[in-house]
């Protein structure tokens, strides 16, 4: 036994390359097998048992070799003949019976010979499994994994199977094969109640919590924002000043019945307060307000300009002119109980 591992380790390369019959090889990688075991049994290390299944592998990689080009030559019958026992002088070719080979002793050998170089070497290193290296890839393209995630999503926000299948392009028994798993997950996890947790972890949870929060609250407010931006843009906004452009040409046509000294004329006529009747003024004060109603049809726009708003387009621009009507809004209001302040006084 320790000769014969001995010759495999110190004469390998030579007898591979002496080995020029299917029977040699056969032969070669026997003995290097059992130069294996012997080294496994004599706990001579790792790359020691390596090495001779590596000579193994090279031997029987070199008989598969020969067995294609025999059956490439047309010295070897295949096609079902392998498992025959006709002699080569019936067939006038060679069968697997005839060199003492098994169909599977054939198969795996021209398996191991079909294999490129890098495939065969991490073989021999013991990066690979042989069933991993010689594993044909199959042609038809990877399955895409189901997305749960998406799905269990869906499912929560309240769509149906058959909207979910159509939203992600799933076959609904899919859909729902995923659900029932996502229960059955779900229900398996244990309940953490937080007086299982200790004081520090349970701070620890709530800050973790809070944080969260704080950031999934940022994150709705940035997406709001934008999606109102979008609609402002590309929606409301185009419609808007679309309108009110039609309002600049319409109103830059007014043309009235009187100048602005003849309007001021009859308002200061009709206020109420030139009244000294108490009975009149209502009346008048009705007058006042009708009259004053109508300013826009009685000038023109020369002596009466329309004045018109900037249409804001951004979220931050509506903002901005809100703020603006409010503060205008709270001077004027100021002014007012001013006002009613010293009149009361």
Aim: overall charge positive; charged content about 35%.
């Amino acid at each position: 036994m320790e000769n014969s591992s001995l010759l495999v380790f110190e004469r390998g390369a030579q007898l591979l390359a002496e080995a020029n019959t299917i029977q040699a090889a056969r032969e070669l990688k026997a003995l290097a097998l059992t130069a294996a075991e012997y080294a496994q049994q004599m706990k001579l290390g790792e790359q020691a048992i390596l090495s001779a299944k590596g000579y193994a592998l090279e031997a029987e990689r070199k008989m598969g070799q020969m067995l294609k080009e025999m059956a490439e030559k047309g010295e070897r019958r295949t096609e079902g003949g392998d498992q025959r026992s006709d002699s080569a002088e019936e067939s006038g070719r060679v069968t697997l019976a005839n060199i003492n080979v098994t169909p599977k002793e054939s198969f795996n050998a021209q398996k191991l010979a079909s294999l490129s170089e890098e495939a065969f070497a991490e073989l021999k290193a013991g990066k690979v499994t042989r069933k991993a290296a010689t594993r044909e890839k199959s042609s038809k393209s990877p399955k895409p994994a189901p997305r749960r995630g998406e799905v269990a999503a869906l499912a929560h926000e309240g769509l149906s199977t058959t909207e979910i299948s159509r939203t992600l392009d799933i076959k609904p028994r899919r859909i729902s094969q995923i659900l029932r798993e996502e229960h059955l997950r779900r229900d398996a996890l244990p309940d953490i109640t937080p007086d299982m947790l200790s004081m520090s972890a349970r701070q620890k949870l709530e800050t973790a919590i809070r944080q969260h929060k704080e950031k999934l609250s940022a994150q709705w407010h940035v997406a709001i924002r934008a999606r109102v931006d979008e609609i402002l843009l590309n929606t409301i906004g185009p419609r808007l000043r679309k309108e009110q452009d039609q309002a600049r040409k319409v109103m830059g046509k007014r043309n009235g019945i009187m100048d602005r000294k003849t309007y001021r004329l009859i308002m200061s006529c009709l206020h109420p307060d030139r009244i000294m009747d108490e009975k009149l003024k209502p009346l008048y004060a009705r007058a006042f307000d009708l009259f004053r109603s109508v300013k826009i049809l009685l000038l023109d726009e020369k002596n009466d300009p329309t004045e018109f708003v900037g249409l804001p387009t951004t979220l931050a621009e509506w903002d901005a002119l809100k703020r603006k009507a409010t503060l205008a809004r709270k001077r004027k209001a100021g002014v007012t109980n001013e006002k009613s302040v010293t009149k009361a006084a």
